[in-house]
């Protein structure tokens, strides 16, 4: 997102308030823009629901969603951070005229597999024919809004982003509730398809304009992927890290069945999604302030390497890269630490206007500090790719996983007001193990810099 963030960080030199607050929106629309789309429309949707829906179907509705969010997204963890490494290498390479082709090619994968594996899902559930082919297609289209993601960062025009945002929630919401009045269940799908069709088109549209290219597809990608099976693994573990807490809820006993394979735990999951709305601000913290700061620094460092600068010149780069890195997550720290704290203190009062009961208060304070600490493990995870550490990263991810998934089946048994404390204290154990393992790695950079690593040819990680 740094590209992005310089032409956000542009707002901010008019050193306004009604211009600061500008960046910090659009940069939040723009990293968080599906999930507080999601959010708002489901939200919207369970509010406004037509009397042609009723109570089972609704639940249907939301839980296929969730369900469409979460394993849509665990699947883009296969492209993510392979897909964003090799389109930055093109940019780097001055072959903007790539980045089309890439795009074509990721649209045909994702599109046949995720709608054939989105349409086995439903059909061996039972479904009616049409209800399993428009649940297919949202799934599909859904899963290209993750991809297309990776592209944004080098689009342009925000605004164009933020306004496709609005226009796409506003068809979704509008659209699923015509329709939903006149075909019920199917035209609830039917709406909530369109809104997410239309931004995956518009979306789509604007990377043909700014990048106009004659070839139409990039085989190369393919051959990369497989090469690169460290960067699959580590974004599959990272996506899987954020959703297994919520999966083991879904498959234990205590869980609300729906289907025989479409089973929730709305009492969790809504805290949690809360949860997730109140770290906001620190991603747009860490695409305005951190990433464009950190990046120059980190480009003039590594520059001084490849033109082999004396070592004094290269010690001063590494001393103003550590300088802003430790500036900048100071300012991340204590920021997104105080709205934190405010949401845990207000928990009664958040929790009561969003509609939730009080039984959820507990669950929202322990998971709002749970995601605060994640917000910290995903700024740290990015930070270390930036230094293509990529055993380190898929260590992470993988630590992140496997501790979320055994302290969350830990608290299983236990009362409701300690649900939600296996994910922060899994969060926590990351958060130290990623910045212990970092911080050790980043000490001996120039060691691993010139010793470990082709300096001319491409920077691979080799210890």
Request: charged share 15%; net charge positive; glycine share 4%.
């Amino acid at each position: 997102m740094a590209g992005i963030g310089f032409r956000l960080q542009k707002i901010l030199q008019k050193d306004t308030y009604i211009d600061t607050i500008k960046a910090y929106f659009y940069s939040a629309l723009i990293f968080s823009g599906p999930w507080i789309l999601s959010i708002f429309s489901l939200f919207a949707l369970g509010y406004f629901n037509p009397k042609s829906i009723d109570t089972y179907e609704l639940v249907f509705f939301k839980t296929t969603i969730v369900y469409i969010f979460a394993f849509s997204l665990i699947f883009a963890g296969v492209l993510y951070v392979s897909l964003n490494r090799y389109i930055s290498d093109k940019l780097y390479l001055k072959e903007a005229e790539m980045v089309v082709p890439i795009l074509n090619s990721v649209t045909l994968l994702v599109l046949v597999c995720q709608f054939a594996a989105g349409w086995l899902f439903f059909h061996f559930q039972g479904e009616r024919a049409y209800l399993c082919f428009i649940s297919a297609l949202v799934y599909a289209v859904i899963s290209m809004v993750w991809v297309l993601l990776i592209f944004l960062s080098a689009l342009r025009d925000y605004r164009i982003i933020a306004a496709i945002y609005f226009l796409g929630s506003a068809v979704t919401v509008g659209a699923a509730l015509f329709l939903g009045n006149i075909f019920g269940l199917e035209g609830y799908f039917t709406g909530y398809f369109l809104g997410h069709f239309l931004i995956v088109v518009l979306f789509a549209s604007r990377v043909f304009i700014e990048f106009p290219s004659n070839k139409i597809f990039d085989s190369d990608f393919f051959a990369f992927l497989f090469k690169n099976k460290t960067l699959v693994f580590t974004g599959v573990l990272y996506n899987m890290a954020i959703w297994i807490d919520k999966i083991i809820f879904w498959f234990s006993p205590k869980a609300l069945i729906v289907r025989p394979c479409l089973r929730t735990m709305p009492i969790y999951d809504s805290s949690v999604f809360l949860a997730y709305l109140t770290i906001i601000p620190a991603l747009s913290i860490f695409v305005v302030e951190v990433e464009t700061d950190f990046y120059l620094k980190y480009r003039d460092f590594y520059s001084a390497v490849l033109e082999k600068a004396p070592y004094s010149s290269i010690k001063r780069a590494k001393t103003r890269m550590s300088e802003s890195l430790r500036r900048s997550l100071t300012f991340v720290i204590i920021t997104q630490g105080v709205i934190s704290l405010l949401a845990v203190t207000f928990a009664p009062w958040i929790v009561n206007s969003a509609g939730l009961e009080p039984e959820q208060i507990p669950i929202f304070r322990i998971t709002t500090l749970g995601a605060y600490v994640h917000s910290l493990v995903l700024i740290l995870f990015l930070i270390i790719s930036y230094f293509d550490f990529q055993r380190l990263a898929l260590a992470v991810a993988l630590t992140f996983v496997l501790s979320n998934a055994v302290f969350t089946y830990c608290t299983l048994n236990m009362a409701v007001p300690f649900w939600g404390y296996g994910y922060f204290f899994s969060a926590l154990l990351t958060l130290a193990y990623a910045f212990y393992t970092f911080d050790f790695k980043y000490k001996r950079l120039e060691y691993i810099t010139f010793a470990l690593q082709p300096i001319a040819g491409h920077r691979e990680e080799e210890g």
